[in-house]
DNA sequence: CAAAATTATGGAAACATTTTCATAGAGTCC
DNA sequence: GGACTCTATGAAAATGTTTCCATAATTTTG
């Protein structure tokens, strides 16, 4: 059986009142007291019932991370890193996925509600929208948008500069020489699609170029609309001669097109892509790519998410923090 | 404020236990009243308070995921299947990532024990070992081995048939002629790599080969090493025609090899892997691998794990569940 | 030196459930 | 037709904490 603040009390001859607020630092105790206390507890390896405890203050020591996949940008790094710091903070990461699918989100938000959960750190999923069930669960308990948002300035949001790594990646193409630049997209409803559309059509703008409606693929962030496109993109009378692949999904498809046709990077065709895996390393030849820093995002989603916690307000102004980008260089576009 | 079950049953016009009852249901509750009860549920959105709940059985609702990593082989499906399923059965999932490290490994054991969860999935670290605490442990609260195993039958385990997966893949490449096959691995500690190196001795004297102990390279399961082996192997007098690698890992620093030597696929080398990712069916050859089911795998961790938990045993005789593997041939491997 | 503030502790309520016990009507058995 | 069993429900206990309220002792303030 395992030892309660009751056996506690008792071995220090004290009241369960006294234990408690020894063991939090809460109300006051004498030295003597917490001493004894001190030593009761480890004399019998008490450890506190983690349910009880929450069930006082109505949220449990858990915080939720709901987002749709657990790897690209939500992979070992950002999760081993609020994992890390949230234990540091006593707070449990209780993980879910919903695949981009909105009627798993939903399910989970509402586990997650149902969980008590203190908190949340959430990305919206691709198909499908709950943000009507997470702006009603945002007036109980703080939620954080991460990466993604549908609507601006309504919650806490922790994002990339998408404008901005769209901007930059353009940039760096047009100064290769490259003119005719495509743009292979997904889901235009989250400001991730929207702004890194806008970053491209900004930077081919200050170059004084016309953006030309048959180099921009909107489709879904998958593997299937950049194979599709790519493809697409190859037949058109005048193919680009470099693709920007919306996301890693996207840039599966388009190296899988291009190598069924047997076009090579970077001699025939620049590619270049968004976010970095180790794969993009590893590719020959290795690709060029617009990164943030992921761990830099947990830091901040998580820090966040622990300040609203602990100063519970009820209308909180929504802050926002937005990440540089950073470009990486590899092989895969060349001058022309 | 968020409705209780005392709202509902005030609403329902009944007492708590048989709201209680109804919606668990658990004891005698007439048709009628289940209506009622679930109506005014569903009217006051009512969602059970989680750790109320759990505060009546000593366990908390949480079980324990603790793994190296979250991408290949514990990645989306696996997760997302563990969470699903957990939640059905109103566990929690508390997913804590030991990043390959004992120290952090025995840091998130410690946490879970303290966490009172109820069980937990383990898969053990390379580097460096727990297994004398997570022993201790076991003698309190169910914990299944997930894929990785210091030492048989003393934990409940599920794990890949990793013996027949390497005689698989390299009877296969036998078949294809091939009679100079490498085999590049990681760690020696884990059952993981001994029945892999085994499997594949296996084959090669059912062929009637002798193993030739310069083309086994065991080292760590890391892209270091199979970088450093792959260049290694290209050196020797007689270099081999087929490359078996360890790991995702291990397969990456090959393939940056064989890329920074020139050498193509199949043409001039054959590669075979283990374990299956979407980057396998997008490089250029696709890279033929063993794999295992990983949603059987999540299955039946969850199954025995809940089992465990339901019918508790003091010293239960341990399971162990043996994954079959399949060969998933693509056209990284040529005849000779 | 009296009043007020601070320090220290215990008793009991509160938290939201589940479970046990009690009660009682309705069938069923012999 | 009495003894049982089955069905259905409610009251209250139990779970392990934290917090509120009360009570004193001690210290500070005016």
Redesign the pocket.
Same mark, same amino acid.
């Given at each position: 059986m395992? +030892?309660?603040? %009751?056996d506690? +009390?008792k071995r220090a $001859? @004290? #009241? *369960? +009142? &006294?234990? #408690? !607020? +020894? @063991? /939090?630092k809460? $109300?006051?105790? #004498? *030295?003597? &007291? @917490?001493a004894r206390v001190e030593q009761a507890a480890a004399e019998l390896g008490? *450890?506190? /019932?983690w349910?009880? !405890?929450g @069930?006082? $203050? %109505?949220s449990s020591n858990l915080i939720g991370l709901l987002v749709p996949e657990v790897m690209s940008l939500y992979d070992n790094s950002v999760i081993q890193y609020m994992t890390e710091k949230l234990h540091a903070h006593n707070y449990g990461l209780m993980l879910c996925i919903h695949n981009e699918r909105a009627d798993l989100d939903l399910k989970y938000l509402q586990l997650l509600h149902e969980k008590r959960v203190a908190g949340i750190i959430y990305t919206h999923p691709l198909n499908g929208d709950n943000s009507e069930l997470v702006h009603q669960l945002a007036e109980h308990l703080p939620i954080i948008e991460l990466n993604r948002r549908r609507e601006a300035g309504l919650l806490d949001a922790v994002l990339a500069d998408n404008i901005q790594g769209a901007r930059q990646i353009t940039r760096y193409l047009l100064g290769l020489g490259h003119r005719r630049i495509a743009l292979i997209m997904g889901e235009d409803e989250l400001t991730t699609g929207q702004n890194r559309l806008h970053g491209y059509q900004l930077a081919l703008t200050e170059a004084g170029l016309p953006a030309d409606r048959r180099l921009i693929r909107i489709g879904s962030f998958s593997r299937q609309h950049g194979e599709a496109a790519m493809h697409d993109l190859l037949d058109e009378d005048v193919a680009p001669t470099a693709i920007l692949a919306g996301s890693n999904r996207i840039l599966m498809g388009v190296l899988k097109t291009l190598t069924a046709r047997n076009i090579h990077i970077p001699v025939d065709l620049s590619v270049a892509a968004f976010n970095d895996t180790e794969w993009l390393q590893i590719w020959n030849p290795p690709i060029t790519t617009v990164d943030i820093a992921v761990e830099e995002m947990a830091h901040w989603a998580v820090d966040l998410l622990l300040k609203r916690i602990s100063v519970p307000d009820v209308k909180p102004t929504p802050r926002e923090y937005l990440l540089g980008t950073s470009l990486i260089i590899r092989e895969s576009c060349r001058a022309v």
């Open positions: 395992v +030892a309660t603040i %009751k506690v +009390a $001859g @004290l #009241s *369960q +009142a &006294t234990v #408690s !607020r +020894a @063991l /939090n809460s $109300g006051y105790v #004498s *030295q003597e &007291t @917490l008490y *450890q506190p /019932n349910m009880a !405890r @069930l006082h $203050g %109505k």
